[in-house]
């Protein structure tokens, strides 16, 4: 079969005006991801807390930093308040998904954990209607939490998760390990679900440490080797300041890869007090 030849040979302008036209095309493309990327960034900045609360004998500090690209950003945050019951409520979470979407679902949680905490105070059952809340608004995304409450009266910690990574602990004679505690599955998934609560008492000086999994798990950063590096360096700052430990952690995430984004909240506290 013969090819048929064109009926008129493509001139040199008309391919530069075709590369003009697929340069504008795609200078407009980036120009609107970086549009969005910007507005996502506004959000999350906006949305997380800038002080969070302590009382004597209990030091808290967060730390955020966006994905090493830029692109994937939004998802994860952190935030604290006082309950109505005396006690400080503590929360840290990941939403499925990034961008522009997932940083206004993850304000919508924000809120929502703080609506609900108003009226109940224990961290299963704050959990539970957060995750009612969230499935009757009708979204396609869901997000991971870990939800704390600190008492300063039996100086202990009341936590619940949902599927969130496990938080870090140590105290200041050495010990240290995971708290691996029973939960259930991330918010925004099944009506229902229930949180189990654990408690910790804190009957030594030390820290205790709640992260996202950007911090420990990259493309080629397992997430076992990562949370073994972050007990490790809780293991040795568990005297610190809590902003600096929170830093220190912090930078696990760039030995992931970091191409999510990452948080981390640091509730540093004393034993104790005896009764």
Request: aromatic share 6%; glycine share 10%; net charge negative.
């Amino acid at each position: 079969m013969t090819r048929r030849r064109p009926s008129h040979a493509v001139s040199a302008d008309d391919l530069l005006s075709t590369l003009g036209r697929l340069t504008a095309q795609a200078r407009e493309g980036a120009e609107l991801q970086q549009a969005r990327v910007e507005l996502a960034v506004a959000l999350q900045r906006k949305m997380l807390p800038a002080a969070l609360p302590a009382v004597p004998g209990l030091r808290v500090a967060a730390r955020y930093v966006p994905a090493r690209d830029g692109l994937d950003i939004g998802g994860d945050w952190y935030d604290g308040f006082p309950l109505s019951d005396g006690t400080l409520g503590y929360s840290i979470g990941d939403v499925q998904g990034h961008d522009v979407d997932a940083a206004a679902f993850m304000g919508q949680i924000r809120i929502g954990l703080r609506a609900v905490a108003n009226t109940a105070t224990d961290p299963g059952e704050v959990l539970r209607r957060a995750n009612d809340l969230l499935l009757s608004m009708d979204s396609a995304l869901f997000a991971t939490c870990s939800f704390v409450c600190f008492d300063p009266v039996a100086w202990e910690l009341r936590t619940a998760r949902a599927g969130h990574v496990a938080a870090v602990w140590a105290t200041v004679d050495g010990r240290y390990g995971f708290a691996e505690d029973e939960g259930g599955l991330p918010l925004g998934i099944q009506p229902g679900e229930s949180y189990p609560v654990t408690r910790h008492r804190l009957t030594r000086a030390g820290a205790y440490v709640l992260l996202t999994d950007g911090v420990i798990e990259g493309p080629t950063f397992p997430l076992d080797q990562g949370l073994d590096q972050v007990a490790r360096l809780v293991r040795e700052g568990a005297d610190a300041e809590p902003g600096e430990l929170a830093a220190e952690v912090l930078k696990v995430a760039e030995l992931t890869g970091h191409s999510d984004d990452a948080a981390v909240l640091v509730l540093r506290h004393d034993a104790a007090p005896p009764p």
